[in-house]
């Protein structure tokens, strides 16, 4: 598995449950990621929940409108955490209400 990988937002990719099903191909963790987006009101398909990082050409559906992948694209940077407003008021918002909530059942730990 990659080291050190970052989401545009700052996540750490090799940590997240989606990414690492993703390259061990794990059907019962996907299912249960699945299950996690329909307690939150997103009913994604198992065959969605793929990702092989922001930099990447597999992305999760979801994610490929994600405004802080333009915003940090349109700026030339890797990750949020290298601007100069980082961290604006809606990446803080996103953080908040989605990231911090879910650490327990979508980041794994390492």
């Known amino acids: 598995m990659p080291s050190g990988m970052k989401a545009m937002c700052g ?8 990414f690492r099903t993703s390259l061990d191909g794990d059907d019962a963790a996907r299912e249960a990621i699945r299950q996690y987006y329909r307690e939150i ?6 065959k969605d929940l793929h990702c092989h990082g922001c ?8 994610c490929v409108g994600c405004p802080y992948l333009k915003c ?3 700026k030339g ?9 980082y961290p604006c008021e ?6 908040e209400k989605y990231i911090k909530p879910s650490m327990g059942k979508l980041i794994m730990p390492g």
């Open 11 to 18: 996540i750490d990719c090799t940590c997240c449950l989606i």
């Open 41 to 46: 009101g997103h009913d994604i398909d198992p």
């Open 55 to 62: 930099g990447s050409d597999l992305m999760m559906p979801a």
């Open 72 to 74: 940090g694209r349109e």
């Open 77 to 85: 940077l890797s990750c949020c955490d290298e601007c100069n407003e």
């Open 90 to 95: 809606s990446l803080r918002w996103y953080t």
